[in-house]
């Protein structure tokens, strides 16, 4: 480890340290990344995600509460209904009109049971394909949810009702204009589910975790419910705290994640309603400001892409909405996340990024025609994060 590594954890820790984190240095330390070291990341993004208060004497009690709380989700959302699915046909005489499967009424149990089928097959879909070229979400967890997985309890998990459902895919899709497209072209998929190693009782991958955190998410958030693309976000979340070094917080893993993607969706969540993209805090109005603050640092190539008909939507909706974390390897993607983060106008700071996106391979744009420059959009050619990050600082700096 370098010396200038081991000071920047010694000022982490020292900032972490006191009664009461100072923000805005926080802030400042975090926005040129942060060590995974002692677990420091997954701290850092609870608190700037505004999981965790300011005040440390806070972080127990709020921690045990916010965890007991999601248990209470877990028991309502998915154990009960569980439950009640498993007992139909043991005791029949107990089954009423009233909770029928068969009960046309659509406030009935039962009506939602089948209803939330369709949200989490599109969910299952989605999370078995989650970063594909790493292992890690295909592996089983160090921490089973062992409420969901007790022996004791004969009950129908979301795996046994994905695995039961009879609805076809195609019933299912709920796609927002351009999410279609959300899947980057370099990432393959295994075709069936058949294709994934099944683990033994008792056990459960960690793209299984993710998919109870999503299923529960929509099921308190029917507005929006499950969108394609939120995989992409909770994803990265998941990942950062089910690797934390301190299995005191890796052991909360899934309760954490719930309440820091919450969060996060609050501030994002508009990106994914159709019905608000021409609005100000919409999909539509954040694509015209990369182009208007392209237009501002560099004119030139702003007007060639105009020549060229290249619009926003051609790739910076998959940019915006998923917050680039399909565009980068993983750790790279959390390397950008620590930045945008740490930003006070983190979103702001994100159309900065996507514009040192396009200034960084001006050139090629420049030369390039309609087809090779919507190809280099597309498959984004520069890998260095860190580059684009020096780049998008100097252009906030040259405001």
Known sequence: MSRLHRSRIADFQEVLGEPTVALAKLRDLCFSGIPFDGGLRCLCWKILLNYLPLEKALWSSLLKKQRDLYSQFLKEMIIQPGIAKANLGVSREDVTL???PLNPNPDSRWNTYFKDNEVLLQIDKDVRRLYPDMAFFQRPTDY?????LDPQNEFET???????TTLKSQTVARNRSGVTNVSSPLKTTPNTLSEYEVLPNGCEAHWEVVERILFIYAKLNPGIAYVQGMNEIVGPLYYTFATDPNSEWKEHAEADTFFCFTNLMAEIRDNFIKSLDDSQCGITYK???VYSTLKEKDVELYL???EQNIKPQFFAFRWLTLLLSQEFLL???IRIWDSLFADDKRFDF?????CAMLTLIR?????GDFTLNMRLLQDYPISDVHLILKKAKELQDSK
């Open 363 to 367: 050139d090629q744009l420049l030369e």
């Open 331 to 333: 750790p790279d993607v």
């Open 304 to 306: 060639k892409l105009q």
């Open 287 to 289: 694509m015209e400001k």
């Open 98 to 100: 009233e909770d029928h």
């Open 144 to 148: 089973p949810c062992l409420l969901i």
């Open 158 to 164: 979301l795996r046994k009702r994905v695995e039961q």
């Open 350 to 354: 994100l159309l900065l990024v996507c």
